[in-house]
Nanobody, 116 residues
């Protein structure tokens, strides 16, 4: 059964760090670009970071550039998001999916809360 499971979200103080993990079925991630997205209650889901198959090319939204790093471990079909210097505006539920995303593969997400 093809599925995505995100984990690693937590509540942290501003300036803190978190590493999110995404485990995807082979059929989802193999040979595909993957990405992290996030959604704040009351707002539309937005793209955060993407990584091309092979893992050598990455791209980031301006809001997280220089603070977040996306990586992948294709041997284990995993995608990661290392988040540094977290800000309150980073608070959201974070999702992993293909890039472009497939509506069939949205998981439950993992919640990140940045507050004092």
């Amino acid at each position: 059964q093809a599925q995505i499971v995100e984990s690693g979200g937590d509540s942290v103080q501003p300036g803190g760090s978190l590493k999110l993990s995404c485990t995807a079925s082979k059929s989802i991630s193999h040979t595909y670009s993957m990405a992290w997205y996030r959604q704040v209650p009351g707002k539309q889901r937005e793209w955060v970071a993407r990584i091309i198959s092979g893992g050598k090319i990455t791209d980031y939204a301006n809001s997280v550039k220089g603070r977040f790093t996306i990586s992948r471990d294709d041997a284990n079909y995993m995608v990661f998001l290392q988040m540094e210097n977290l800000k309150p505006e980073d608070t959201a539920v974070y999702y992993c999916n293909r890039f472009p995303p497939s509506d069939a593969f949205w998981g439950q997400g993992t919640r990140v809360t940045v507050s004092t």
